[in-house]
């Protein structure tokens, strides 16, 4: 606050307050809120700032007298999650730092800096135990940025980086549990456990030579868990070993032969190295022994379209959509198939179906907006188009038929605009500048 940084400091004190379970529990919470006012009157929040003012003046008056009431101990850490705990007089000391912080004139060099990092020892431990709490409840996304942000502050917490590592992984948020179970496995390499949850998320992160190498030390030691192998399998055959990921694979047609979904798991691989032969033969296996598994017809009918028979793409993903008849993947992939049939009416029909289920999923705005646009209905056609460029800017063909869409209206500057973005997008994504191919 005295230093300027109106914004931070507004943070700071609203964290400082949020940490007290009753707001008049310490004998600074009133001087919290006047601060706190004031900032946000500097703000130009004026509204917020005469909130904290009432309440500032309120709690003057309803102070409690010493003792009154006991604030709980930090909480310990205990399990998988542990928290390096904050005591009371830890919380007390950060809130008198906060509010009763040397003027910045009368702050020596060395004394500023001491009184910074004592501060943001405190504030990481605060993070750090808000994220223990979030943890233990299993509400893993916010643990995540509690850990994260405690790591901002203290990145030397005890026992951080395993709290943050398993946050972000359970939370599903894999390139954020990266960081901190790398640097745990530096510190302990035969944690087989840590092994395989970086493993995992390299794996779900798409980066699958980092995967296959982070596996390799262990492939003797997996567990009979078909999702570990499936991964480490699929991580190998991408990286250029497919007689390591295909002896994973062999592994869990062994241990699972009479499992459909173990089945469906392995012609998922071969499908991904566009081995069909053998993924058809898994996935025919899948529904012997289970003729309502789902996504088994679906990939049925990606392997037929990949192979040019559309009759039979459409006979499977129809036969998915008997098993499961909200599966998105198969409705935009059945309207798809419609659209190379020149069925545009039942692919129309698809895509609004599609989109009924997530309105967000760009490809399928910009297929509709471009079957519209064939059909004529120009208007309906621009509306999906720009929906479209808005889910995915960085993607070329949706100017493209943008422009078309506009210049068939007599919007002519939106179309050269539409139409200069596309063929800046399409330079810029062209295989000389990125060694990729086209998307579309």
Same mark, same amino acid.
């Given at each position: 606050?005295?230093?300027?940084?109106?914004?931070?400091?507004?943070?700071?004190?609203?964290?400082?307050?949020?940490?007290?379970?009753?707001?008049?529990?310490?004998?600074?919470?009133?001087?919290?809120?006047?601060?706190?006012?004031?900032?946000?009157?500097?703000?130009?929040?004026?509204?917020?700032?005469?909130?904290?003012?009432?309440?500032?003046?309120?709690?003057?008056?309803?102070?409690?007298?010493?003792?009154?009431?006991?604030?709980?101990?930090?909480?310990?850490?205990?399990?998988?999650?542990?928290?390096?705990?904050?005591?009371?007089?830890?919380?007390?000391?950060?809130?008198?730092?906060?509010?009763?912080?040397?003027?910045?004139?009368?702050?020596?060099?060395?004394?500023?800096?001491?009184?910074?990092?004592?501060?943001?020892?405190?504030?990481?431990?605060?993070?750090?135990?808000?994220?223990?709490?979030?943890?233990?409840?299993?509400?893993?996304?916010?643990?995540?940025?509690?850990?994260?942000?405690?790591?901002?502050?203290?990145?030397?917490?005890?026992?951080?980086?395993?709290?943050?590592?398993?946050?972000?992984?359970?939370?599903?948020?894999?390139?954020?549990?990266?960081?901190?179970?790398?640097?745990?496995?530096?510190?302990?390499?035969?944690?087989?456990?840590?092994?395989?949850?970086?493993?995992?998320?390299?794996?779900?992160?798409?980066?699958?030579?980092?995967?296959?190498?982070?596996?390799?030390?262990?492939?003797?030691?997996?567990?009979?868990?078909?999702?570990?192998?499936?991964?480490?399998?699929?991580?190998?055959?991408?990286?250029?070993?497919?007689?390591?990921?295909?002896?994973?694979?062999?592994?869990?047609?062994?241990?699972?032969?009479?499992?459909?979904?173990?089945?469906?798991?392995?012609?998922?691989?071969?499908?991904?190295?566009?081995?069909?032969?053998?993924?058809?033969?898994?996935?025919?296996?899948?529904?012997? !022994? %289970?003729?309502? $598994? =789902? #996504?088994?017809?679906?990939?049925?009918?990606?392997? /037929?379209?990949?192979?040019?028979? *559309?009759?039979?793409?459409?006979?499977?993903?129809?036969?998915?959509?008997?098993?499961?008849?909200?599966?998105?993947?198969?409705?935009?992939?059945?309207?798809?198939?419609?659209?190379?049939?020149?069925?545009?009416?039942?692919?129309?029909?698809? !895509? %609004?179906?599609? $989109? =009924? #289920?997530?309105?967000?999923?760009?490809?399928?705005? /910009?297929?509709?907006?471009?079957? *519209?646009?064939?059909?004529?209905?120009?208007?309906?056609?621009?509306?999906?188009?720009?929906?479209?460029?808005?889910?995915?800017?960085?993607?070329?063909?949706?100017?493209?038929?943008?422009?078309?869409?506009?210049?068939?209206?007599?919007?002519?500057?939106?179309?050269?605009? =539409?139409?200069?973005?596309?063929?800046?997008?399409?330079?810029?994504?062209?295989?000389?500048?990125?060694?990729?191919?086209?998307?579309?």
């Amino acid at each position: 606050f005295n230093a300027g940084h109106l914004v931070k400091a507004v943070a700071a004190l609203q964290k400082s307050l949020s940490l007290a379970p009753h707001a008049g529990d310490t004998p600074d919470a009133a001087e919290a809120h006047e601060l706190l006012g004031k900032a946000q009157k500097k703000l130009g929040r004026h509204a917020e700032a005469e909130s904290e003012q009432s309440r500032a003046k309120q709690l003057r008056g309803q102070q409690p007298e010493p003792g009154s009431r006991q604030i709980p101990d930090a909480i310990s850490g205990s399990g998988s999650v542990e928290a390096a705990s904050l005591s009371r007089s830890g919380q007390q000391e950060l809130r008198s730092m906060l509010l009763h912080a040397p003027q910045e004139s009368d702050i020596p060099s060395t004394q500023e800096s001491e009184f910074v990092t004592s501060v943001s020892a405190l504030l990481g431990e605060a993070y750090h135990n808000l994220g223990v709490i979030d943890a233990r409840a299993s509400r893993y996304a916010n643990a995540e940025e509690e850990f994260a942000e405690a790591a901002r502050w203290n990145p030397r917490i005890e026992k951080l980086d395993r709290n943050w590592g398993l946050a972000a992984f359970r939370a599903e948020r894999y390139e954020h549990a990266i960081g901190p179970i790398e640097r745990l496995l530096r510190q302990s390499p035969k944690d087989n456990n840590l092994r395989q949850m970086l493993g995992l998320s390299y794996y779900m992160t798409d980066q699958f030579a980092k995967s296959a190498e982070t596996f390799r030390p262990i492939l003797n030691e997996l567990a009979d868990n078909p999702v570990l192998l499936y991964a480490a399998g699929v991580a190998l055959v991408r990286s250029g070993d497919s007689a390591a990921g295909g002896r994973l694979f062999t592994r869990m047609l062994e241990h699972g032969a009479n499992s459909p979904e173990v089945h469906l798991m392995v012609g998922q691989a071969y499908y991904g190295q566009s081995q069909f032969p053998e993924a058809l033969l898994e996935f025919q296996r899948a529904l012997d !022994l %289970n003729s309502n $598994l =789902a #996504e088994a017809h679906y990939f049925i009918g990606m392997l /037929y379209f990949k192979q040019g028979k *559309l009759d039979e793409a459409v006979q499977e993903l129809n036969a998915e959509l008997s098993v499961n008849s909200r599966s998105v993947p198969a409705m935009y992939q059945l309207a798809y198939v419609h659209l190379e049939q020149r069925q545009t009416e039942e692919a129309i029909r698809l !895509l %609004n179906a599609v $989109l =009924a #289920e997530k309105p967000s999923y760009g490809d399928a705005h /910009y297929q509709l907006g471009k079957a *519209l646009l064939d059909k004529g209905e120009t208007q309906g056609a621009i509306q999906h188009l720009e929906t479209a460029t808005q889910l995915q800017p960085a993607q070329s063909y949706g100017y493209y038929q943008l422009s078309l869409a506009y210049r068939r209206v007599g919007r002519v500057e939106d179309a050269d605009k =539409a139409l200069r973005t596309y063929q800046q997008l399409k330079e810029k994504n062209s295989p000389q500048n990125s060694g990729e191919g086209p998307s579309k």
